[in-house]
């Protein structure tokens, strides 16, 4: 799971396009909360984004199963098989896949 910024960590310092800023500013005072929050907020959803998109690629090329895409991803297998459909990506499960997710089902 990412953290949601309630657990505060390092800091991370970067440059952003004036367009970007201006968005965050306007979610701030729209969400009324600091621009600090927005931003933890906006980078949690986008590497949550960014961890399914990838499972599902390594997934989509055979690479892992859906199970383990799933677990890489923080997700259960019934939302990766969801995300899967949604970006029609077909069900690759072969008797040796349901072995593989039945040994990690194990550990």
């Not at 310092?13 to 600091?34: A, C, H, M, N, W």
């Not at 072969?94 to 990690?104: A, H, I, N, R, V």
Request: a neutral charge; proline letters at 2%; aromatic letters at 6%.
């Amino acid at each position: 799971m990412v953290n949601t910024g309630d657990e505060l960590g390092a800091t991370v310092t970067t440059r952003v396009p004036d367009d970007i800023e201006r968005e965050i500013r306007r979610i701030s005072k729209f969400e009324r909360l600091e621009k600090s929050a927005v931003v933890r907020r906006l980078l949690s959803k986008a590497i949550e984004d960014w961890r399914i998109d990838h499972a599902l690629e390594e997934y989509k090329r055979g690479k892992v199963t859906l199970w383990m895409a799933a677990k890489s991803a923080g997700v259960s297998l019934r939302q990766m098989m969801a995300l899967a459909a949604q970006k029609e990506i077909p069900l690759q499960y072969t008797l040796s896949d349901l072995q593989d997710d039945f040994e990690e089902a194990m550990r």
